[in-house]
């Protein structure tokens, strides 16, 4: 069984440009969530997709916006980048059984630069 | 607005003692709790968790107590090995979201001297 997986590792790009990260779920998770560590803090919560629905967004521009496929892999995009956006972009992946969420699995996340 | 808060971001325990973790929270909503320990260049691991009806659950090594008058929870981990070494998050949530949309600490480096 493969755990989550990111790409890519790292990322540069510069000031008002667009980004695709992308995660590849844990096999069996149905639901992906988006988080943005930034140097010095705690992972922030972007969104959740649940069956290719976003489930949930917290604090978070809607230059920021996500996508789930049909097998479950999902993409976080960011539009208009700025300085700010430089973080460890972490994606989890967790099952949802009888409505009930299970224990969410990161993957080692995607590091931006945004120069 | 930092609801979740981890004042201590270093800490240092010898080897085969007892590591506390500390982390307050301002939310009065939060009603399941979970710490998460990292290594460098990997995601953040599930440890242990517990719900606003317990106050203590354990796990082996890991202990998790919660005060919720004083919106307080602590990790002890009994005996402190080397490989404990890492970043450790709390992590709140409230209902009924369960183990999603996590509101995290800023995290507690915890390393163990041999």
């Known amino acids: 069984e493969t755990g989550v997986t990111q790409s890519p590792t790292h990322l540069i790009k510069t000031r008002g440009q667009q980004v695709t990260l992308r995660c590849s779920s844990q096999s069996g998770h149905n639901t992906v969530s988006w988080y943005q560590q930034a140097l010095g803090q705690g992972p922030q919560f972007i969104f959740q997709y649940y069956r290719e629905e976003e489930n949930g967004r917290g604090n978070f521009p809607p230059r920021f916006s996500g996508l789930q496929f049909p097998n479950y892999s999902s993409e976080l995009n960011v539009n208009a980048l700025e300085l700010d956006d430089s973080a460890l972009y972490l994606c989890?992946?967790?099952?949802?059984?009888?409505?009930?969420?299970?224990?969410?699995?990161f993957g080692p996340g995607t590091r931006l630069l945004v120069l | 607005d930092q609801q979740v808060k981890q004042n201590s971001p270093s800490l240092s325990v010898q080897e085969g003692r007892i590591s506390i973790l500390n982390c307050d929270y301002t939310?009065?909503?939060?009603?399941?709790f979970l710490w998460y320990k990292k290594y460098p260049a990997e995601g953040p691991t599930f440890l242990i968790s517990?719900?606003?009806?317990?106050d203590k659950n354990e796990d082996g090594r890991f202990t998790v107590f919660l005060n919720k008058s004083a919106k307080h929870l602590s990790l002890h981990i009994v005996p402190s090995q080397p490989g404990d070494s890492a970043v450790y998050f709390c992590?709140?949530?409230?209902?009924?979201?369960?183990?999603?949309?996590?509101?995290f600490g800023t995290g507690t480096r915890l390393t163990i001297i041999p």
């Open positions: 939310n009065s909503m939060f009603d399941y």
């Open positions: 992590a709140a949530s409230n209902y009924p979201f369960g183990n999603e949309k996590l509101t």
């Open positions: 989890a992946s967790s099952p949802r059984v009888a409505g009930r969420q299970e224990t969410q699995y």
């Open positions: 517990i719900s606003s009806i317990k």
